[in-house]
């Protein structure tokens, strides 16, 4: 393998690696500074699912999305109808947990990418409301997780456009200096190759004219 085809597989292996760093920090950053502007109360639940679904392959950060959007939403669901069986009443959270951790159970079961409903439920259940209604509780943590899925996907989405932009000029680049060498040495090789193959060519036809 050519120097400059080493120097190209570095490059895309460290621009892989920042890649990833970017894009988890910078969709992490960006789904709080939106949950804060939006007014949601845990904006740290949305940095946390922009950093969860961020995979290190587009067609997997978006099957990671749609699984924690899926499992966070029936998580809600079970853990707000587990609560409204018991009237919302404090001092049952263990029950409520136990029952609502086996229902999510079942789902997860059937389908294992949605094993994020089994902590979102209790984590609903057991999170200090602060005298705010179960039910709205239960959504705002539904909408940052939302948010925060959405911007890992849209961010991922955005620095593999730009990545791929980026990767696909170096290559072009590097195949320019190959055909293109910047060493005037380099460039005439196949000239003086070309006037060794013609001087050798002449001088095997002399000798065989003489010969004849």
């Known amino acids: 393998m050519s120097t400059s085809m080493h120097k190209t597989a570095r490059a895309d292996s460290t621009i892989a690696v920042l890649a990833f760093v970017l894009r988890c920090t910078g969709a992490a950053t960006l ?3 939106l949950a804060i502007r939006a007014g ?3 904006p740290v639940w949305a940095a946390m699912s922009a950093v969860i679904v961020s995979q290190d392959e587009l067609r997997q950060t978006n099957a990671m999305l749609a699984a924690r ?3 966070t939403a029936i998580g809600i669901v079970v853990a707000t109808g587990v609560a409204a069986s018991f009237g919302f009443a404090d001092g049952r959270e263990a029950v409520e947990v136990a029952i609502a951790v086996a229902l999510c159970a079942l789902f997860a079961q059937w389908r294992p990418d949605l094993r994020v409903c ?3 439920a ?3 259940l057991l999170s200090e409301r602060h005298n705010t209604p179960f039910t709205g509780f239960a959504l705002d943590r539904g909408y940052e997780v939302m948010l925060g899925a959405l911007v890992g996907g849209a961010v991922h989405w955005l620095l593999d456009s730009l990545v791929y932009a980026f990767s696909t ?3 072009r680049h590097t195949m320019f200096a190959r055909w293109h060498p910047a ?3 380099e460039s005439r090789a196949p000239h003086r190759l070309g006037a060794q193959l013609r001087s050798t060519t002449s001088t095997s ?3 065989l004219a003489r010969r004849a």
Do not use: E, K, S
């Open 31 to 33: 789904a709080q500074i």
């Open 40 to 42: 949601l109360p845990f």
């Open 69 to 71: 959007i899926v499992g």
């Open 118 to 120: 089994m902590w979102t």
């Open 122 to 124: 209790p984590l609903v």
């Open 169 to 171: 000029r170096l290559h």
């Open 183 to 185: 060493d005037p040495a």
């Open 205 to 207: 036809n002399g000798h």
